[in-house]
Every structure is written in C-alpha cells, then in structure tokens.
C-alpha cells in the first residue's frame, strides 16, 4: 500500500510536470512568435530611418538651394530697381541740361 501511495505521487508529479512542459512550451512558442515580429519590425525601422535621414539631407538641400534662389531674385529686384532709378536720374539730367542750354526745338514745347 506505501508502494501504491508512491507510485500514485509519482504519477500525480508525472503529470503536473506534463503539464507544466507543455506550458512552458506554449510560452516558448509564444515568445518566438513576438521575437520574430519584434525582428521583422526592426527591420522596417531601420528602413524608416535611413529613408528619414535622405528625406532630412533631401530637405536641407532644397532649403539652401531656395535660400539662393530667394537671394537672386532680390538681386534681380534690387538691380531692375536700379536700373529704373538710373534712368530717371538720366532723364532729368538730361531734361535740365537741354533746357539750359536751349536745344530744344521750338516743335517740341507744349
């Protein structure tokens, strides 16, 4: 009867470490399917990441080329601005110079 009692005990420990293998294997399914997906998604972030970084050069480069870009059309502004101010300048000069000296042509008064 202690033999049986054993036996029964060692049936019973036989079986509850059954089950607590297939738990743990269960689990250790488990963690391999997250650690695959944790490794595929790793690998979309680096992607995500080098694509981040020539986006950012990519950027930096557009803003430096339209900070150029906004620089010569303000030269171009300045320099149209100029050249209308020069002729005005000529104009009047000339207006005055031609007016003292009397060169005008008694047709062109008004």
């Keep these: 009867s202690e ?3 054993k036996k029964d005990e060692q ?7 059954k089950e607590e293998i297939a738990k743990s ?3 250790l399914k488990k963690f391999q399917q ?4 944790l490794v595929a998604a ?10 981040y970084k020539k986006a950012t050069l990519q950027l930096n ?8 870009l906004e620089k010569a059309v303000h030269n171009q502004y300045l320099y149209w601005f100029l050249a209308g ?9 000339l207006g005055r110079s031609l007016r003292k000296t009397g060169h005008y042509s008694s047709n062109l008064r008004f």
Aim: no cysteine; aromatic share 10%.
């Design 85 to 93: 101010a020069a002729v005005l300048l000529i104009g009047v000069w």
């Design 61 to 68: 480069d557009y803003f430096i080329k339209n900070g150029e």
């Design 34 to 37: 997250e650690y695959d997906e």
């Design 25 to 27: 294997e269960a689990a």
């Design 11 to 17: 049936n019973n420990e036989i079986k509850s470490l």
């Design 42 to 51: 790793s690998g979309n972030i680096l992607q995500i990441k080098n694509d």
């Design 3 to 5: 033999l049986l009692k």
